[in-house]
């Protein structure tokens, strides 16, 4: 098992900004992918973005294009995703989610993560 835990979410303003944390117990996280996914009320999870490679392949949605980063420090066993320029459509509960090998290069879908951490609130709001 990979225990996710992730961290980081709150409150904030419109074109503020947010870093996210996900803090994960595994020898091998480096040969990991990890995505990070988002849930509005009442509405599907949506894919945010994924690092299939350690950073060599990142992916975004194209809604976080440009304003969302993804990236991992492999020596702290933790993924973060770094977000500016926030917006009111932003907020939602924010997943992290981590994926052992066998990988593919490509926009992962919801169904091809291993692991999932409990979630953390983003609140976008003046």
């Known amino acids: 098992q990979v225990p996710l835990v992730e961290s980081g979410g709150g409150l904030v303003q419109p074109g503020g900004s947010l870093r996210l944390s996900c803090a994960a117990s595994?020898?091998?996280?480096?040969?990991?992918?990890m995505g990070w996914f988002r849930q509005a009320p009442g509405k599907e999870r949506e894919f945010v973005a994924a690092?299939?490679?350690?950073?060599?392949?990142?992916y975004y949605a194209d809604s976080v294009k440009g304003r969302f980063t993804i990236s991992r420090d492999n020596a702290k066993n933790t993924v973060y995703l770094q977000m500016n320029s926030l917006k009111p459509e932003d907020t939602a509960v924010y997943y992290c989610?981590?994926?052992?090998?066998?990988?593919?290069?490509?926009?992962?879908?919801?169904?091809?993560?291993?692991?999932w951490g409990q979630g953390t609130q983003v609140t976008v709001s003046s």
């Open positions: 989610a981590a994926r052992k090998p066998p990988l593919r290069l490509g926009v992962p879908t919801q169904w091809e993560f291993d692991y």
């Open positions: 595994e020898r091998t996280f480096s040969s990991y992918a």
């Open positions: 690092d299939i490679w350690s950073g060599s392949s990142a």
